[in-house]
């Protein structure tokens, strides 16, 4: 039976929420519609960037970020022309405020059961929980999703997905599914960027493709040792730090942290099974011309970013969570042995319904 829900996420750039509609099965069926972003207030984005930094819970800042999707999924529907009764479910991915997979720890804040209250809509949150139980690292998510998406495109296909963390999903012949955070995606970079000149991000990759990559320093970021880490693996947005460029120039230090980015997912090559024919670059990471151009000069002239296959960039993420949030209802798996390391292709996900 075909549901229309809404997908939720706010991504670890910690701009905003992003909102779609889906149509889909949750299994091969898939039909796109509206999306928008919500951004966050500057005042609320520092104080969501606090509590990330101190990888701490805060219950006034769950109840913001809550009220935010809730304020979200109204704005949808309203500039949709529905009503709420038109949606079946929601798909609610809560912000992350520490991954330590490892210890098998990961916090997502936002409170599914408030989501239902205020928007009188089923909600499914928490998707991480079970995989971290069964023995999985608890992200990434997506794959599935992403496999869906590229059932008509030649395989195999790489997908890469460049938020605050950038991962790659390999989609085989076969269907073949493999997936794994490379390394930092936008997060360094913004934080650079805001630490020297007060901005939240190197719009565009300006002032990145300005400067001049230091390749010394890059080579000792890529001595991090997550790097030699065998898959499935996944990082938590504060792994990497900025210390190895204190002492470089602001467009300097852009340069070699984009490029940083770039080396990083090139490198994760070596762990698929084949090349892929075709990549896909998803995520805010698409937008920024340096890590585009950095990209090609590592990867080849068969870089493109999703749009040029008719897929809504900014919409992947939160579609994911809605399709994910249908899966989760019917018990089918959201996470296998190949996406995040889980013993077995398990479900997962917390159901709240409205009153």
Not at 129 to 149: F, M
Not at 296 to 318: H, M, P, Q
Request: charged share 20%; with cysteine.
């Amino acid at each position: 039976m075909l549901k229309n829900v809404i997908g939720l996420m706010s991504g670890t750039s910690m701009d905003g929420v992003d909102a779609a509609y889906l149509k889909t099965n949750g299994i091969d069926f898939i039909e796109t519609g509206m999306a928008i972003t919500l951004p966050y207030s500057d005042s609320f984005r520092n104080e969501l960037s606090e509590v990330v930094s101190k990888g701490l819970y805060s219950k006034n800042v769950e109840y913001q970020i809550t009220n935010i999707h809730a304020d979200a999924v109204k704005h949808l529907i309203e500039k949709n022309g529905d009503s709420r009764d038109f949606v079946d479910l929601i798909g609610f991915s809560g912000h992350t405020i520490f991954h330590i997979p490892d210890e098998k720890k990961t916090l997502q804040i936002g409170d599914g059961a408030m989501l239902s209250d205020l928007t009188g809509i089923d909600v499914v949150c928490d998707f991480r929980s079970n995989d971290l139980i069964n023995g999985g690292q608890g992200a990434p998510l997506a794959p599935v999703y992403h496999q869906v998406l590229a059932t008509k495109l030649k395989k195999p296909v790489g997908i890469i997905n460049i938020g605050g963390v950038a991962n790659i999903t390999y989609i085989g012949t076969e269907d073949e599914l493999i997936s794994f955070d490379t390394g930092p995606g936008n997060a360094l970079i913004d934080d650079f960027i805001f630490s020297r000149l007060g901005y939240r991000q190197d719009t565009g990759g300006k002032l990145a493709l300005s400067g001049k990559l230091d390749k010394k320093i890059l080579e000792s970021l890529m001595d991090h040792t997550y790097f030699s880490l065998n898959i499935p693996k996944s990082l938590d947005r504060n792994q990497f730090a900025l210390t190895p460029t204190n002492e470089l120039s602001d467009a300097d230090g852009a340069a070699t942290l984009t490029a940083f980015t770039a080396e990083s997912i090139a490198r994760s090559i070596n762990f698929l099974p084949k090349t892929p024919l075709l990549w896909l670059v998803t995520g805010g990471g698409r937008h920024n011309e340096a890590i585009l151009r950095e990209l090609r000069s590592r990867l080849g002239k068969n870089v493109k970013t999703v749009e040029e296959v008719g897929w809504k960039g900014d919409a992947i993420e939160a579609q994911a969570f809605a399709y994910l949030a249908v899966r989760s209802v019917l018990g089918l798996p959201l996470s296998f042995p190949s996406t995040t390391g889980v013993r077995s292709p398990v479900s997962g996900g917390k159901l709240f319904l409205s009153p």
